[in-house]
Structure formats: structure tokens, C-alpha cells
């Protein structure tokens, strides 16, 4: 886990957002290998092991599955999701991880892939995160994001993580959120751009003639 995207993690306990306490026990290269991450308000603990940040309540071996990587559609990905410069960090769900590395070769963007296949391991630019389900980060944190089909909660968290005009993408067996307008699609998946965020609250004043 690269040690400047920490602060972009969020405990996944349904309470108000903090920032996690970082313990690192072996850091190589401003990763950190081995470590611990604590939330000040619920008090859990979250291991970091072989780089790999674990907020599962029962962690234990991931299903064994391979993906296989695809050059092409890496190229795609770094054009929708509009990763043509350094700033940020982009978030990948799901399968999509497993063009990561290929991903993390042509574009400069630091990348986290959130419960991606059992294979795709941590490296430079590529942090990898274990989830139960909802998207362990802070909202608005993400520049762009490539969904998964992981369920409601899950595409919900993760559009709540991206960014106002942050881009979306997800495969078409994904319903395009309310909070973003669809910018493209082909038969395997749509583009989108997350919209500002809006206030919990929209009161609409009518005058009442008396
Ligand atoms: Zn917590």
C-alpha cells in the first residue's frame, strides 16, 4: 500500500469518516509491506500484509481465479477513465484489477484495485486493497473509477468515492447511478461522469397565494 494513498482510506464500520491510523512494521520504497491500520472511532484493526490491505471481517485465502490481462482493453481503460496525467489516484473493482499492471505500464496515475483476482499482487503504482463489499474510501477521493457488478451497495460506495466529473465506468450488467450521466457505451460496457456532489437536502420554496 502506497503510503501517501492511506489517507484516502476509510473504515468500512458504519460511522462517520476518519482517517485510519497508520503502523507500519516494514516499508519498502514508500510501501508499506507490512503494518497495521487502526480506526480512532471504532477502534478496529486492519492488517497490511505483503502489501495487500485486508478490512475483511474474516480475512483468510482469496478465491483461487485468474483474469487474463489484455492490452487492449488496458488502453481503453486509460482513455475512459482519462488518466493522462500523474495527479490522483484511479480506482479499479473487481476484474477490472486484473489490467492493472498493464494499465500501470502506460499510464503515470497510482492506481488502487480493490478486491481484484487472487493473482494480481501489489507494486509500484499499484496498491491492492481487500474489501467485504463497500468501497473503503473516502468520498470524493478517487479520480475515476471502474465499477464491478458487486451489488447495489457496492456501485454506490464506489460512485460516493469518485470525485465530482470524475470518470465512471462500468460493464453494461451495471444501471447507470443517478449521480452520473452517461457519456458512451458499446455492448460490454458505458462510460460516465460522476456529477457535483449535491446537498443532502434540496428544499423547493413555493409561494402560496393566500
Ligand atoms: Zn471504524
Given at each position: 500500500m502506497f503510503i501517501e494513498l492511506v489517507d484516502a482510506l476509510r473504515c468500512p464500520v458504519p460511522h462517520e469518516e476518519s482517517w485510519l491510523v497508520a503502523a507500519a512494521v516494514r516499508m519498502e520504497a514508500r510501501h508499506i509491506v507490512e503494518g497495521t491500520l487502526g480506526c480512532p472511532v471504532c477502534s478496529a484493526e486492519y492488517p497490511i500484509r505483503d502489501g495487500v490491505v485486508d478490512f475483511r471481517r474474516d480475512g483468510g485465502p482469496v478465491a483461487t481465479t485468474h483474469v487474463a490481462s489484455d492490452a487492449e482493453l488496458a488502453m481503453r481503460l486509460a482513455a475512459l477513465l482519462n488518466l493522462?496525467?500523474?495527479?490522483g489516484f484511479a480506482v479499479l473493482l473487481g476484474e477490472w484489477g486484473a489490467q492493472a499492471h498493464e494499465l500501470a505500464s502506460i499510464v503515470e496515475t497510482p492506481l488502487v484495485v480493490v478486491?481484484?483476482?487472487?493473482?494480481v499482487v501489489g507494486a509500484p503504482g499499484v496498491s491492492v486493497v481487500r474489501s467485504?463489499?463497500?468501497?473503503?474510501?473516502?468520498?470524493?477521493?478517487?479520480?475515476?473509477m471502474a465499477i464491478d457488478d458487486g451489488g447495489d451497495s457496492r456501485v454506490a460506495s464506489a460512485v460516493r468515492a469518485t470525485r465530482a466529473k470524475g470518470r465512471v465506468v462500468a460493464p453494461v450488467s451495471v444501471s447507470v447511478p443517478a449521480e452520473v450521466t452517461e457519456l458512451a457505451r458499446d455492448d460490454r460496457m458505458w462510460v460516465g461522469e460522476r456529477g457535483a456532489a449535491v446537498s443532502p437536502l434540496v428544499s423547493l420554496h413555493v409561494r402560496r397565494s393566500t
Amino acid at each position: 500500500m502506497f503510503i501517501e494513498l492511506v489517507d484516502a482510506l476509510r473504515c468500512p464500520v458504519p460511522h462517520e469518516e476518519s482517517w485510519l491510523v497508520a503502523a507500519a512494521v516494514r516499508m519498502e520504497a514508500r510501501h508499506i509491506v507490512e503494518g497495521t491500520l487502526g480506526c480512532p472511532v471504532c477502534s478496529a484493526e486492519y492488517p497490511i500484509r505483503d502489501g495487500v490491505v485486508d478490512f475483511r471481517r474474516d480475512g483468510g485465502p482469496v478465491a483461487t481465479t485468474h483474469v487474463a490481462s489484455d492490452a487492449e482493453l488496458a488502453m481503453r481503460l486509460a482513455a475512459l477513465l482519462n488518466l493522462a496525467d500523474a495527479q490522483g489516484f484511479a480506482v479499479l473493482l473487481g476484474e477490472w484489477g486484473a489490467q492493472a499492471h498493464e494499465l500501470a505500464s502506460i499510464v503515470e496515475t497510482p492506481l488502487v484495485v480493490v478486491d481484484p483476482p487472487a493473482d494480481v499482487v501489489g507494486a509500484p503504482g499499484v496498491s491492492v486493497v481487500r474489501s467485504d463489499g463497500d468501497v473503503p474510501l473516502a468520498s470524493g477521493a478517487a479520480r475515476a473509477m471502474a465499477i464491478d457488478d458487486g451489488g447495489d451497495s457496492r456501485v454506490a460506495s464506489a460512485v460516493r468515492a469518485t470525485r465530482a466529473k470524475g470518470r465512471v465506468v462500468a460493464p453494461v450488467s451495471v444501471s447507470v447511478p443517478a449521480e452520473v450521466t452517461e457519456l458512451a457505451r458499446d455492448d460490454r460496457m458505458w462510460v460516465g461522469e460522476r456529477g457535483a456532489a449535491v446537498s443532502p437536502l434540496v428544499s423547493l420554496h413555493v409561494r402560496r397565494s393566500t
